[in-house]
């Protein structure tokens, strides 16, 4: 009997930290939509499925070898690439926004796939470069990055295209990325803001921006999500108003609750001291990628999980910064908490790739 | 592939780069947490009372007005409850089988149910009452009442109407009420600490203020304060719970020193002619009868009037909103003749025994003009006493040539002329006592020896409101001694007026009374006709105002074809005698004779004053 659970234990990859974490969060989450959709029942059992799946998902993925998704990575960008060209032509239009494929059973957000699949093949691009990165191999990398990310802020998208053009700079400065080359480009970006503002930001992506600057001054116009969210984190106080009596999110004061602003709900209802609680889970599941990073069995792993972890930094760091009114209202959801079945698979796919790259030693090494 | 050393310097650069992004984001997450905390901790109070705002709405709730009465504690200005039928559309899903049910029972004409259904999806959104019915009748009420168990989203409430249960009598003093402009509101509120906003009436006409008279003047009193009634509401102002509530205070009842009684006397002998009557309680001032004719229903001004009969009301040639008691200015003619007297005895011009020969005119020695009497051979023989009873002109054409205008001036505004004497009249007119000063200024034009003849018969540029002739009737009855006229009974902002003499006695105020008990007992008296229609004695002075200056009677003859040509008949009294306590004045527009046409008015006045 204990040969047998000994032969599965070593036949099975598995990172009890990152998973149990990952539950945690996941099952908060569910407590905190559950008040976020002012009790909606169907919203959080659709939710649960996710959740179910995604942790399942996350086994699976975390099993096979790294070299699997090193070799196969090409396969995989391509194939998102099509998803994402898919939902340019025949996605489902909410808002004006077309980043939908309606799959039937499920509503699938291409971007949230490609977000995943670009950091992977840059990975697996540059793992094996000589150092420093070469300008030819940055040049191709950066153009496939451009490229992508543009395929998503033309849905538009610009909250998860501005994700992409991170993750893939990300694998890059992992990499190896020059500092000279750095300094360059970080200049002719600062001296190309103006002409990025007017010429590839839509106007109301402008009227965001203006509006963060003072959000007082049009209290009911385009001011009113990030003032009301203000009101409804600041109006939790140190102990919050407790579960469901947060009158911000319930009397429909606050916006899209469910997903953008789930946060101000938690900080509206649980506090600082809930604001502290959940930030230390998120700390605690970046902390391990890193250590997980540092200690990897190659490069290519260690630029996988390097990227991935990060993605899921900046996502959060996005979304935070987003209700709190520091940087512009662009749709980002919190990971594993916020409604939205494409963006939690995607971090549970994400989160399963890091585990295997983790788990998996080189035979050599043995 | 890489070898083993490259391998291991590039491990500790991609390690550098990683715990770069790391603290970079790490230095990021702090900035958060301090955001997040400064949100929730530094600045908790501010945000827990945006949030408490954001969730809280206040009502307020109209107070209801106090009413108005006479002397005698007769209700003037009431508020008369209305029915209104009212749904609650949150909890009603079809409104056509509603209205289809309610029409049952009452009848709903297509404008209501018009209404209703423009109305009824927004008031449901809100969570608000919609009114579907006003001025339910006794009938609809009683139908409704006994079915009520079956209509558990339709009730009956009820909404006021400001009332004046005599719409003609009191127009021009207590005046009307009506709706009020944003500014208006806004004042109002703000003096009360609160800001415009929804609002729970009660009233069917919405806000009201106090527009003229009365109802103007005490608008603070009667008003009362707003309550507030404070609900829970979600983002779109939808009504969730009802928090608090914090009751209206009802504005305060006016006691008035109206009388309904005189009042009612008052504006039936004016019977629609053009004029006014103003009557006082000589004791302490209060006005116990205040008409202007002809007048208008003020229910109509402030229950609706279509614009159509608004507009005939407004261009009638007679003018019914114009206040003749309190703003036509009307000379004073031979009413003033008793003050002229007095200035004669002030300054020792004249004395009782003084007489002049009475010819019927009076020869202006600066440039021989002529300045005739009503009668033409004149009165012979005459002294003060007589010429107040027989009215003559000549007498005080001479007295007046004798005077120093300025003080002459000085002395008539001891009896109010050229004064505002009332302390609660709407927008008094103060009439015109012209001085050579006045003339120079606005007819750039020296002051005659002429004008100051004419000033001692009360003709020429000197006038007076109907207002402060009673007053001047008052201030002879009393002697010289007088309150502010007011509106209100035992008003404690009365002043005391008090003549300043030297040369004034008892005695001369005696004479006065009984020259002008001479006007109506006296055979020679100018309003002896008066003599039997009381039972009680008056003295009174009349006169007769000249609009056009004719030579003979028969130049008056072709001059009154003209109705507006004819002379007002204008008179003052005051009784009963020897112990006066009321005092009144009357002044008929055309009426021709002081005398016959404006004294029985103030004699039905006095009468009915002094029977009560």
Redesign the interface.
Known sequence: MKKIIDSLKSGIYFDHYLFISITILSLMGLVFLYSASDGNATTVIKQSFFVIFGLILMFIVSQPDPDFYKNNSLIFLIFSIILVLLTLLVGKEVNGAKRWLDLGFFTLQSSEIIKIALPVFLAAYLYDKTLPISLLNTLITLALIIVVANFVRIQPDLGTSLVILIAGLYVLFLAGLSWRFIGVSFGIFILSLPFIWNNFLEPFQRQRILTLLDPTADPFGSGWNITQSKIAIGSGGIQGKGYQMGSQAHLDFLPETETDFIFSVIAEEFGFIGVCILLSIFFFILLRCLYLALNARDRFCRLTIGGLSLIFLSTIFINLAMVIGIIPVVGMPLPFISKGGSSLLSFYLAFGIVISMATHKKLMQK | ??DIN??F???K???N???F??IF?AC??L???Y???S???S??T???I???K??TREVLIQPRRGIIYDRNGEIIVNNVPSYNLIINPSAINDLDSTLSDIKKIIDLSDLEIKNAQDNFSLKKKLNRELILKTNLTNEEIAKFEVRKYRYSNLFIAERYTRENMYPYLFSHSVGYVGSINEEGLQDILSSQDLKPRETIFKYSNGYLKGKTGLENIYDKQLRGFFGKRIY?????GRF?EEKETIDSIDGKDIYTSLDLTAQQVAYNELNNRRGAVVAVNLENGAILSYVSSPSFSVNDITNGLSQKEFNKLLNDNDKPFFDRAGQGRYSPASTIKPAIGLFGLEKDLIDWQYTIDDIGFFVLPEDGRIYRGWRKDGHGIINLQDAIIESSNTFFFSLAYQTEVNELIEYLSNFGFGKNICLDCFYPDKGLLPSPTWKMNTHNFGWFKGDTVNLGVGQGYLSATPLQLAYYSSFLANKGSLNNFSFVQNNKDVIRNNFITNNIHDVDWKKIHESMIGVIEDPKGTAGRLKNLKEYIIAAKSGTVELVSTETKEDYKIIREIEGNRDHAIIIAFGPMPNPKYAVSVVIENGESGGSVAGPVAIAVLNSLIKE
């Open positions: 592939m890489i490259e391998r310097s590039e491990k650069n991609f390690f780069r990683l715990i992004v790391y984001f990021l997450f900035y958060l947490i955001k997040t905390f949100l929730q901790v600045s908790f501010d945000y827990e945006a949030s408490l954001n969730k829970e509401v979600d983002a779109n969730l």
